[in-house]
């Protein structure tokens, strides 16, 4: 079976574990707007401190610049644009996918090839009920293969260290960096990387992606998942993790039901279906969109997923300035088989919630929020009309998730 696992959990400089328990989960937090400053958890300064240590070791293929040029659109939709033309340059071109269920390919590059000291630390899920949030150091943090890999610039990715066979299951669940970073504290989150899957959502990734984001007191922290088709540019199956300290329209776009917990805005223009989520809910929505998102592959259609602290969806906020739920929000598109080319900007998941990354300060002064609508509206309204009529229509099975709500 060589080459088809990795080595995920005996390295040299071996990095920490954090563990939680459901006990650890911030039920709700502040708004950006009304509590710039709301504070940091153990989760949000463990992934701060590794985060910037990675920066200055120089893993990064560019340093991450909060100070580039960036603009809030004046509009209903107040769309956040921020220059960030080295992403575009240095992000890894996707290989020709022949679709969205493109198999798994040991020969090109995947996660488990990238150096270790891109790996920050391992998550430990809930099951062990421990009092609190621990960090198990387990070795050295000063990785052995540090900036040198990069040396020769992005291509000693593609020859990264051999595969090997191991289990892959304690201690198999990675946090990241993402060499070509969209934010701050721009990460990965890498389900069972060793078992070197394809870029398909399953409900126990996105579970360990609405963990991340309750165990944060920072409502600017947004999980992602793109699909193939729909900009994902390695088949290797990961999810994003990164921090906007902007506030967002979708975080409190009013929303009505389409069927059960299943709801649709009401005038946003990328069309998407949104799942509220809370702690007591959570292992059952994220079994019900994982449904949704096998629905949208069924159908040939690509599709992006944003998780984000926000209002609920069942109920009007009792007080506008707290977030007490995360909104989960899938958008359905027409899959690009090769990616389109666009002028200023492409279409992921931080575009399809708000954060505009664009390619030059030129791109500020030429797009306009009509602009965006446009391109948005483009992109997802004839999908999301075909697959909304399919949930009216029928009764949405749900998968039987690899754990159980508790």
């Not at 100070?67 to 240095?90: A, C, D, I, Y």
């Not at 020859?159 to 304690?170: E, I, K, L, S």
């Not at 088949?235 to 329209?249: A, E, G, I, K, S």
């Amino acid at each position: 079976m060589e080459g088809n696992c990795v080595d995920a959990n005996s390295m040299p400089g071996d990095p920490a574990t954090f563990s939680y328990s459901g006990n650890d989960f911030v039920s709700e937090v502040k708004s950006l707007k009304d509590f710039p400053d709301a504070g940091q958890s153990e989760f949000d300064a463990l992934l701060e401190v590794k985060w910037r240590e990675a920066m200055n070791k120089g893993l990064f293929r560019f340093a991450y610049n909060p100070g580039m040029p960036q603009r809030r659109l004046s509009g209903k939709f107040g769309f956040f644009l921020e220059v960030n033309g080295e992403r575009h340059s240095t992000r890894r071109p996707p290989p020709a996918f022949t679709g969205t269920r493109h198999p798994f390919d040991p020969s090109r590059f995947h996660f488990g090839r990238a150096p270790v000291a891109e790996r920050l630390f391992r998550l430990s899920a809930p099951g062990d009920q421990q009092d609190g949030p621990k960090i198990q150091q387990n070795g050295p943090t000063d990785q052995q293969n540090g900036p040198t890999d990069r040396q020769n610039g992005p291509t000693d990715r593609q020859n990264g260290p051999a595969d090997h066979c191991a289990p892959a299951d304690v201690g198999d669940d990675w946090v990241m960096i993402n060499v070509s970073p969209i934010g701050r504290s721009h990460v990965l989150l890498l389900p069972r990387l060793s078992q070197l899957r394809p870029q398909l959502l399953d409900p126990r990734g996105l579970q360990m992606m609405l963990h991340c984001l309750l165990l944060s007191r920072d409502s600017g922290l947004r999980g992602m998942f793109n699909s193939l088709g729909a900009l994902a540019s390695v088949n290797h199956y990961h999810l994003h993790l990164y921090r906007l300290p902007r506030t967002l329209y979708v975080e409190t776009a009013d929303v009505r039901k389409v069927v059960d917990e299943i709801y649709e805005f009401t005038d946003y223009p990328a069309r998407a279906f949104v799942f509220e989520v809370s702690p007591t809910n959570l292992n059952s929505i994220a079994s019900r969109v994982v449904s949704l998102t096998e629905l949208i592959l069924d159908r040939g259609l690509a599709f992006n997923l944003v998780a984000t602290r926000g209002h609920p969806c069942s109920s009007r906020p009792t007080r506008p300035d707290l977030y007490t739920a995360l909104r989960v929000m899938v958008w359905p598109r027409q899959p690009e088989f090769p990616q389109l080319p666009r002028e200023h900007f492409q279409l992921a998941s931080c575009e399809m919630m708000g954060h505009i990354a664009v390619t030059s300060a030129e791109a500020l002064d030429v797009l306009t929020e009509s602009s965006i609508v446009e391109s948005l509206r483009s992109v997802t309204e004839a999908a999301f009309d075909q697959v909304r009529s399919l949930v009216v229509a029928e009764a949405l099975p749900k998968t039987s998730g690899e754990s159980t709500d508790s």
